[in-house]
Every structure is written in C-alpha cells, then in structure tokens.
C-alpha cells in the first residue's frame, strides 16, 4: 500500500467516498450559481453562440465536457489499475467522443428531477457509473 494512504483504504473505496461526498455536499442553491452545473453546461451548448472573442461557444463548452470525461476516465482506468476494478466498466474498446458524453449528461438528467443543478463532474461520473456498472 502507498504511504500516501492509509492502509485501511483502498484507492477506490477513497474515490467513492469522495464522489459521496460531492453529491451529500453540493447543496442545489449553490449549485444553482455554479458555472459548471449540468443546466449552465447544457444551456450554453443549446445557445450555440459565439462570444465576443469569436470562439463558438458550443464548440467550447462541449469539448470542455469531453475533457472533464477524459479526466474521468484516466482516474477511473487508474483505480482500474491498482484495485482490480475500476469505479465504471465501459466496453474494452469504447472510445467516448464529445457528443457521447453530451448526450449521456441529458439522458442521465431527464430521468432524475433535479439533478441538473449539480456540479457537471460529479454528474457525468455518475451516469458513467449507471450506463456502465461493473459486474
């Protein structure tokens, strides 16, 4: 065990705890400021605007949330490597593009009242959890 973490823990058992933790504290009014909340993500896609300095807005946004699920998906292969299952199970070959991870953020969004007013990480690992459960 690394001497980074207590031996009692194992990474994933910290990663869940963690991810518990997001969801028990992101309380839904401050979430409702949060730049980052699915609903601000999801709005600022739809609008498909441009910005003062010419980026498209959609384009931006939408690739911020392939990289947030990119970052996902790196810890979650790295809890993978050290505990023998990761926090997901996609499929060996599944490569996840930006519209994938736009679109799973709605669906995951529809079915749960409320949920969109919560930080989009947290979100986004969550339904990665649910679409991809690890048997």
């Known amino acids: ?27 839904p009014g401050v979430a409702e400021e949060d730049v980052q909340s699915v609903q601000k993500i999801l709005q600022s896609i739809d609008k498909g605007e441009g910005i003062d300095s010419g980026f498209d807005l959609k384009y931006v946004v939408t690739n911020y949330v392939a990289g947030v699920g990119a ?47 919560h930080d989009m990480g947290t979100i986004l690992l969550i339904a990665l959890m649910e679409t991809f459960p690890c048997e």
Request: charged share 20%; glycine share 6%.
């Open 1 to 27: 065990m690394s001497k980074r973490f207590p031996s009692i823990f194992s990474f994933s058992k910290l990663a869940v705890v963690a991810v518990a933790a997001m969801v028990v504290f992101s309380h």
């Open 71 to 117: 970052g996902i998906a790196r810890a979650n292969g790295m809890v993978k490597i050290k505990d023998g299952v990761g926090l997901y199970c996609p499929p060996d070959k599944l490569v996840m593009i930006a519209d994938q991870y736009v679109a799973m953020l709605r669906k995951f969004v529809a079915t749960i009242p409320g949920m969109e007013q």
